[in-house]
C-alpha cells in the first residue's frame, strides 16, 4: 500500500498522515538499528559504563517498571534490549542531561551534530 507522499501536509487524510509518520518511524529506526549494529561490531562495549537495571533506576530515578515501558516505547538509550537489559551509564546520564529525549530525538540531534 506504498502511497506517494508529495502533496502539502494540510492535504492529507488522518490516515494517510499517520501512514507517513509511520514510515517516517521504521525508515529511521532501521538506520539507527544498522547503525547501532554496525557501532557494536567495531567497539566492545565499555564494562566499567555497562550497568544493569538496578543502577539505570538509581541514576534515572525512575521505577524498573516505568524503565521497561520506556524500554518498549524505545524512549530510553539501551545497550541490550533483551533480558537481562543493560545500559550505559554515560548514554542515560547525558538522555537525563539533554531532556529525557526519545532514541530517534537523540538520533536526529547527533545526526545534526548537536550532541
Not at 557501532?39 to 566492545?44: D, H, T
Not at 524503565?67 to 539501551?78: A, D, F, H, N
Request: glycine letters at 4%; one cysteine or more.
Amino acid at each position: 500500500m506504498e502511497e506517494n507522499f508529495e502533496k502539502p501536509l494540510w492535504h492529507y487524510s488522518m490516515r494517510e498522515f499517520l501512514q507517513l509518520q509511520r514510515q517516517e518511524i521504521e525508515s529511521s529506526m532501521k538506520e539507527m538499528l544498522t547503525l547501532a549494529v554496525s557501532e557494536a561490531k567495531s567497539e566492545p562495549p565499555d564494562l566499567e559504563d555497562t550497568i544493569g537495571m538496578d543502577e539505570a533506576t538509581k541514576v534515572t530515578g525512575l521505577k524498573e517498571k516505568s524503565i521497561y515501558s520506556k524500554v518498549c516505547r524505545l524512549e530510553i538509550p539501551t545497550i541490550t534490549r533483551g533480558r537481562p537489559l543493560m545500559f550505559s551509564r554515560a548514554e542515560l546520564q547525558l538522555w537525563m542531561k539533554i531532556g529525557r529525549p526519545t532514541i530517534a530525538e537523540m538520533e536526529l540531534k547527533r545526526r545534526k551534530g548537536e550532541i
